[in-house]
């Protein structure tokens, strides 16, 4: 018996094999969830595919995000294959370049609009549709940072979305409370990934959460994996409008200078 037998997972934002979103498909998989994905765009559709073999997963559909016609069609395919829906992933975020490095007051007007658009406000959109599939109640996660809290280096306007995006958590656990819908956060640590890769100030991320963090080490996709796994499963079932964090402690210290920093402070 796995958690997940029996549950209809869709997930939003797997890249390649080291997305979060993919350490968080495989644990699903493993404990016995029926997985169905979804996609952004020919470049992603190369990367997907492969994956979605790997599993047997016979659901792959495109979506851009900020098209509700998109969004309908996916969720519309959704109910005529499985007739409803206890899991939705939402692992989807983007930002201009120019608008995470350089000063954070140069920000765009458009790229601001778009950062919020995609990172953000989609979740709305999600949920929306996802709850007349969620007949039985059900769980609705995402993926935030902790830069939504705190200022961190060279992150600027998807701080703004990730901050959006948890107090839409917020809402959403309260509004969909009532008929058994459970939406929560995870706040990873940094991890290298396609994503990532974009964030100028990832490279300093890595360095100080392994050199601070109470545990001394970076996290693993997996270890994401196994906190959605809870989330998803009924094990959290009374755990709702929460910001879980996976970030090997870090977001509990006042201080993170290491201690050759502080010995060359005197």
């Known amino acids: ?37 979804s996609y952004a765009g020919e470049v992603m559709e190369k990367r997907v595919f492969p994956l979605a073999q790997e599993i047997g997963c016979e659901f792959v559909e495109p979506a851009d995000v900020t098209s509700d016609a998109d969004l309908d069609a996916v969720f519309e395919k959704v109910k005529a294959k499985y007739g409803r829906l206890d899991v939705l992933v939402h692992a989807v975020a983007y930002a201009n370049r120019e608008d995470l490095d350089g000063r954070f007051i140069d920000i765009s007007r458009d790229g601001f609009k778009l950062a919020l658009d995609i990172s953000a406000y989609s979740l709305i959109a999600m949920a929306k549709r996802a709850e007349p599939l969620m007949t039985e109640g059900g769980s609705i996660m995402s993926l935030t940072y902790y830069a939504a809290e705190k200022v961190m280096p060279k992150y600027h306007v998807m701080a703004i979305a990730k901050a959006s995006l948890e107090m839409i958590t917020r809402y959403l656990a309260n509004d969909m409370g009532p008929k058994g819908i459970r939406v929560n956060a995870i706040s990873a640590g940094p991890i290298k990934t396609l994503a990532a890769a974009g964030v100028p100030g990832i490279r300093t991320m890595l360095k100080y959460n392994e050199k601070t963090s109470p545990l001394r080490r970076n996290i693993s996709q997996e270890e994401v994996g196994k906190t959605a796994l809870w989330l998803g499963s009924d094990l959290s079932s009374a755990v709702t409008g929460e910001v879980v964090h996976v970030d090997g402690g870090y977001n509990v210290l006042g201080l993170t200078a290491t201690a050759e920093d502080l010995a060359e402070m005197g």
């Open 1 to 37: 018996m796995g958690l997940m037998d029996g549950k209809v997972a869709l997930i939003f934002g797997v890249a390649n094999k080291n997305s979060i979103a993919w350490g968080i498909t495989k644990k699903f998989h493993e404990e016995g969830a029926t997985i169905l994905l």
